[in-house]
């Protein structure tokens, strides 16, 4: 897996998966830290970049679409983990 943030192209095993600029900004965010949880909350606020709207199925949407453009097999995520009760973690050993 590849992430090119200067082009913005993720890459898998040297082939370009097409995601949409949230997707990117989603996964560049979770994938530069690697192993840190974070809230529904912390990720909107990041990645949004504008206050939290108590939108959490507008996040668990987009973090399906990327699992499904991503993971080897997204019933079973190996990238991005969610940590029940609390929110989602990029895998440290990915």
């Known amino acids: 897996m590849t992430i090119d943030n200067l082009n913005r192209l993720f890459l898998v095993n040297d082939i370009q998966v097409e995601l949409t600029g949230k997707e990117f900004d989603l996964l560049s ?8 949880v974070f809230t529904k909350k912390q ?3 990041h990645v949004w970049e ?5 939108d ?8 399906s679409k990327l699992r499904k453009k991503i993971e080897p097999d ?13 929110g989602y973690r990029f895998n440290r050993a990915a």
């Open 50 to 54: 504008e206050e939290y709207a108590f």
């Open 29 to 36: 965010f979770l994938a530069a830290n690697k192993g840190k």
């Open 74 to 86: 997204p019933e079973h995520p190996f990238y991005i983990l969610t940590v029940r009760g609390v």
């Open 56 to 63: 959490d199925s507008n996040i668990m949407s987009f973090i």
């Open 43 to 45: 990720i909107y606020t």
